[in-house]
């Protein structure tokens, strides 16, 4: 998000084909905040950014997505389990890494518009508490 909140950066996922929050695998860490810094950094390139803590907690949501089969990889469909935080910079420039195909910053209203999943729907309804 951006300082005042009234913008979220996303990643238009190439695997995927979908405007997502920056993410990934934990590959062994246990720290899941440290993880989601990381994956934030490795796919935008912001580094000035802080979590943002939200009654109490850092963690937004948490959500079991179905992700699809990928030939490429040899990975059969599966269910990822997601742990989401959110962190605000004002840093704007960001680099689009080799697993986007995009990225770009959407108001709410902007993001309202995207396909409206129960992950997003929950969402929104957090980010209009927070403004």
Not at 28 to 45: C, H, I, K, Q, Y
Not at 91 to 98: G, L, P, V
Request: hydrophobic share 35%; charged share 25%.
């Amino acid at each position: 998000m951006n300082d005042d909140l009234s913008q979220i950066l996303l990643t238009h996922h190439k695997i995927l084909n979908k405007w997502l929050q920056f993410g990934g695998h934990s590959d062994g860490d246990e720290n899941t905040l440290n993880v989601a810094m990381r994956e934030t950094f490795e796919e935008s390139g912001i580094s000035n950014f802080q979590p943002i803590c939200i009654n109490g907690s850092y963690i937004v949501d948490v959500a079991v997505n179905d992700i699809p089969e990928n030939k490429k990889k040899n990975e059969p469909a599966h269910k990822h389990y997601d742990i989401y935080f959110m962190f605000k910079t004002s840093d704007k420039k960001y680099h689009i890494s080799n697993e986007s195909n995009d990225l770009k910053w959407f108001t709410l209203d902007e993001f309202k518009q995207l396909e409206p999943t129960p992950n997003r729907l929950r969402f929104i309804k957090k980010w209009e508490n927070l403004i």
